[in-house]
């Protein structure tokens, strides 16, 4: 099950159910924790399923901020990169502050993909896990950040973001939200 859409000139955006750690893109996006040394959900599956070369490259970095991101190898995965977003602990910072924390993380990783010449990425939903971001908050949080990077930067490389979602709720929420988006976009005449 999947679904597509332009946005932008040339960048297509993706809905997918699925298991992050098999994805084909270049690189694929980590929900890791501050100290990227691992831990549970999707952390773990990518830990897990990448080897042992991404530990060892996540020791050398020194961990990493909330709302910032970080890129190494992506050891056995197909995906040649892991780029490990440190998204908010919900109930830790509220609503607004988690919010921005949140859209931090998903542009930071953007930012960091643009950097390396990634052209092909694959997102899991930041922090609706152990983190506990309500799966309908953080929905149009993180598509509105990928979408707006995606159709501001003309310099950007980047033509395939996939949002990966785990299980049918989660893709339900993203495709409800990802429409409203759209049709938002289309009655303000910016689509």
């Known amino acids: 099950m999947g679904m597509s859409w332009a946005i932008g000139r040339r960048a297509v955006l993706e809905l ?21 040394l691992g831990g549970g959900g999707v952390d773990g599956a990518i830990h897990r399923a990448g080897g042992p070369e991404i530990l060892a490259e996540c ?6 901020a909330t709302g ?34 949140l859209s931090s993380a998903y542009r930071r990783s953007l930012e960091v993909a643009d950097e390396h010449g990634v052209r092909s990425l ?15 908050e953080a929905a149009p949080v993180a598509l509105r950040t990928v979408m707006d990077y995606l159709s501001t930067r003309p310099a950007s490389g980047i033509e395939r973001v996939r949002f990966v979602l ?16 759209l049709d938002a976009a289309q009655e303000t005449g910016s689509g």
Not at 59 to 64: I, V
Not at 76 to 85: D, F, G, N, Q, T
Not at 172 to 179: D, I, P
Request: hydrophobic letters at 35%; aromatic letters at 10%; a positive charge.
């Open 16 to 36: 997918v159910e699925g298991d992050i750690t098999q994805q084909d893109t270049e690189a694929i996006v980590n929900a890791a924790n501050p100290s990227l």
């Open 59 to 64: 020791r050398k970095l020194g961990g990493c």
């Open 68 to 101: 910032d991101a970080r890129i190494t190898t992506g050891g056995r995965l197909k995906a040649r990169y892991v780029i490990h977003a440190v998204g908010p602990v919900y109930w830790q910072e509220g609503p607004q502050r988690a919010a921005e924390l």
């Open 122 to 136: 694959a997102f899991p939903s930041i922090s609706t896990g152990a983190y506990g971001y309500p799966l309908e």
């Open 166 to 181: 785990y299980g049918r709720q989660a893709y339900q929420v993203y495709e409800r939200a990802l429409r409203r988006l």
